[in-house]
């Protein structure tokens, strides 16, 4: 990690007039939630998985669904914060960032602080109803799991299912939200913890300025970035945070 890099990303988030941050899978890796889409351990390395994560999937069999993927979300949502959460949170309270654009559906950016967050793939916070769309909470669905009495039902009768984007599904209005804020202006946005290779997520990247990225592996915006950071983010974004509160002190 290069000492330059971190004081450049410093000094471009103090600069920025607009700036937000963006995250993926692996800004959650550190907390013990695997990610998607690395070779054989990723999620979607398991044909399973890919074939029960959609809309037709779930409302073929929904207790299927619920019985594959339930153990893995209970860990989710059994998660903490690591230091990459807690860095992008203060950031935002020290007005830094205006709020976080994340891919993930496990609630741990709001977990850490952070107050403003855009969540496009939604969270495993609610249940909404396939019927009446009335939302209703998450333990719903491990109270049906104890019973063994899945899928989970709403007071009308109709289906629970997690308030998430499975694949083929329209985004969360967030992603909406998002791409509203982004377009009005965001000259900076640091980008953590993403593959970028998701879409229509990664898009938004497009309506940037420009790009700091955080990343374990290359990205296909690499090459606009300002600055690319190699590694983890957990031990990147305090550096990073600390190097913000530094020039703070010397009036940078």
Request: proline letters at 7%; one cysteine or more; charged letters at 25%.
């Amino acid at each position: 990690m290069d000492g330059k890099e971190i004081e450049r990303a410093a000094e471009l988030l103090l600069k920025a007039q607009k700036a937000c941050a963006f995250t993926g899978a692996g800004v959650s890796t550190e907390s013990g939630i695997p990610d998607f889409r690395s070779p054989g351990t990723g999620l979607w390395s398991n044909p399973e998985a890919l074939a029960l994560a959609t809309g037709e999937a779930f409302l073929r069999d929904p207790a299927r669904f619920y019985r594959f993927f339930l153990p893995m979300w209970q860990d989710y949502r059994r998660a903490r914060p690591n230091p990459a959460h807690r860095a992008l949170a203060e950031l935002e309270e020290m007005g830094i960032l205006r709020g976080v654009i994340t891919q993930n559906i496990d609630g741990l950016h709001r977990k850490a602080g952070s107050r403003v967050v855009w969540e496009v793939h939604g969270n495993l916070e609610n249940l909404i109803c396939t019927r009446c769309r009335r939302t209703a909470p998450f333990d719903l669905a491990e109270e049906a799991w104890a019973k063994d009495d899945l899928p989970p039902r709403c007071a009308c009768g109709g289906i629970l299912r997690p308030n998430i984007v499975l694949f083929g599904e329209p985004m969360a209005p967030d992603f909406h939200r998002a791409a509203v804020f982004l377009r009005q202006g965001c000259d900076l946005l640091l980008v953590v913890g993403s593959s970028l290779t998701v879409y229509p997520a990664a898009i938004l990247v497009d309506y940037a300025r420009e790009l700091i990225i955080v990343n374990r592996e290359p990205t296909p915006a690499d090459d606009r970035a300002a600055v690319v950071l190699r590694g983890q983010a957990g031990i990147i974004l305090p550096k990073i945070v600390e190097a913000v509160k530094a020039r703070r002190r010397r009036g940078c």
